[in-house]
């Protein structure tokens, strides 16, 4: 297995014992302009043996913390983004970024930079077939680009995005669930019946409230009541 420094020797060595010329990539067109930032998707690295002879093979690529990567335009200058998402997908790399770079915003293709680890050259006799396959490395920086070594490394996603962070749209999305939580509240708090009045006790003779039953109010037959309804009237 080579490294970095010995696969770039043999890769000389063999373009100049097979009189082989570095494969030319003619620019993609350019997506339209924008007014603002972009949000980006696309692959940029799969097993394809791209137009330097190299192929990654699936998941050989690794990196650290995304804010550590650098997003470039053309493998030159300053950042133009920040990158947002790396994973593999069947085989292939996918990444998502944010492209504050008004020029960049309009690249078509990916490209990565990488500190090889581990490789092997396949087919070494052969002039046309002759590649390296890559089994380990390690992710330097990921441009934005109109001329993609890989054929695969292309943008396939790309959406505007307002000036407004990530941090403020969450901190909006949770004040609005506050809000929301504090409406319900008080709208079931609001249909809840009304308890009855209290009874108050004092000089002032209770009310009842609601009618009685006829039995309760009707006046009881009783030996005195019987007495003085057979008494005589008038003089």
Not at 181 to 198: H, L, Q, R, Y
Request: glycine share 6%.
């Amino acid at each position: 297995m080579m490294r970095g420094a010995a696969l770039k020797a043999e890769y000389a060595r063999l373009m100049h014992l097979h009189r082989c010329r570095p494969i030319l990539r003619e620019p993609l067109p350019l997506f339209e302009a924008t007014s603002g930032p972009v949000v980006v998707e696309g692959v940029c690295s799969s097993s394809t043996i791209d137009a330097e002879r190299m192929s990654f093979k699936a998941n050989s690529l690794s990196w650290g913390a995304l804010d550590t990567i650098p997003l470039l335009l053309r493998h030159a200058g300053e950042s133009v983004g920040k990158i947002l998402r790396l994973d593999y997908v069947d085989g292939e790399l996918q990444v998502e970024a944010k492209v504050d770079d008004l020029l960049a915003a309009q690249m078509p293709a990916f490209s990565i930079a990488a500190t090889v680890l581990a490789a092997e050259t396949i087919s070494a006799d052969s002039p046309a077939g002759f590649h390296f396959t890559i089994h380990r490395a390690v992710i330097d920086e990921v441009s934005l680009t109109d001329k993609p070594s890989n054929p695969k490394s292309l943008i396939v996603s790309r959406r505007d995005v307002q000036s407004t962070t990530y941090d403020d749209v969450i901190a909006s999305i949770n004040r609005f669930r506050g809000g929301l939580e504090a409406f319900i509240a008080s709208t079931v708090k609001a249909s809840e019946p009304a308890p009855p009045p209290a009874l108050k006790v004092g000089t002032s003779a209770p009310r009842i409230y609601g009618k009685l039953p006829a039995a309760m109010i009707a006046p009881r037959r009783n030996s005195f009541r019987d007495l003085v309804a057979h008494l005589p009237i008038g003089g």
